[in-house]
């Protein structure tokens, strides 16, 4: 095992979790997100508006496909297993820990971040159907499904990292 990524809906954690486990465990991480950025210049708004959802998407792809290979932590963008490639390149260079958290805890998270333009321009109805659509893509990228609800995010970081030592070799 090379990488672990971390999918699930935006919200779920896969960034302060992917940083928690990077301490814990001593490995690099990166944020999908924040890699196209940096490698565009431009944030994730921008790039939606200057060049739409699906040349976003494509560069999910992309950093899938050519990101270097090395034992670290991906938080991926919460569309990115809604791709079949995306998801093949998941399981196949690493270990995909599915965060499944329900929507009331999403909402709470996202619902003032202007960060995100989907939920910019979403309404709490349209992003639930999203999350709802989203689901069996995540369930189908992922080798472990952690459930998140009620849990801290220590007991979710230590419970990944025992699944990682268990699994690694």
């Known amino acids: ?27 690099p991480f990166y944020d999908m997100d924040a890699e196209i950025s940096g490698r565009t210049g431009m944030t994730i708004p921008q790039i939606f508006e200057a060049y739409g959802e ?18 670290c932590i991906i938080a991926t963008g919460g569309g990115v297993a809604m791709r079949e490639e ?11 820990f ?17 960060n995100r333009p989907i939920v910019q321009r979403s309404t709490r109805g349209e992003l639930e159907s999203i999350f709802n659509e989203r689901m069996p893509f ?3 990228s992922a080798h472990i499904k952690v459930e998140t609800a009620e849990r801290t995010l220590k007991e979710i970081t230590q419970y990944i990292a025992f699944q990682i030592d268990r699994l690694k070799n």
């Open 54 to 71: 699906e040349s976003f998407r494509e560069m999910e792809t992309e950093f899938l496909r050519n990101f270097h290979d090395e034992f």
């Open 86 to 96: 995306n998801r093949s390149i998941m399981r196949k260079t690493g270990l995909v």
């Open 1 to 27: 095992m090379k990488k672990v990524y971390l999918v699930g809906f935006m919200g779920s954690g896969k960034s302060a979790i992917g940083r928690r486990l990077s301490t814990l465990l001593n490995i």
């Open 138 to 140: 995540y369930l189908k």
């Open 98 to 114: 599915y965060l499944n958290a329900n929507f009331r805890d999403i909402w709470r998270r996202i619902s003032t971040d202007i």
